[in-house]
């Protein structure tokens, strides 16, 4: 097997980064979407299974948390710097997927 050397980040390496609006927009989509396929009791789990800290059990709940982490420090650095603003949004109730 051959070797190649690579630049690698450390795990405990803190990484500034700039992103747009829109691309954090991008990202939202791709968590909303991804819980979209859910149905409430497997959400109700999956948040059951995070705060027992069993998301490695779970590889969508692993994914789930990343994507909920980021996110929320993306919120978090905005709010910090000024850069959010207040609005009225609709938020739509979640469909119970059991009636029909």
Do not use: C
Not at 4 to 21: C, F, M, N, R
Not at 78 to 96: F, H, S, Y
Request: no cysteine; glycine share 4%.
């Amino acid at each position: 097997m051959a070797q190649k050397e690579l630049s690698v980040i450390p795990y405990d390496a803190i990484i500034k980064l700039e992103i747009s609006g829109g691309f954090y927009a991008r990202l939202q989509q791709l968590f909303m979407d991804s819980i979209a396929t859910k149905s409430k009791e497997q959400l109700q789990e999956l948040i059951e299974n995070l705060k027992k800290g069993d998301e490695n059990k779970d590889p969508f709940a692993y994914h789930f948390e990343t994507l909920f982490i980021m996110l929320r420090s993306i919120e978090q650095e905005a709010e910090k710097q000024g850069v959010t603003n207040r609005q009225e949004v609709d938020i739509p109730e979640a469909p119970d997927q059991n009636q029909e």
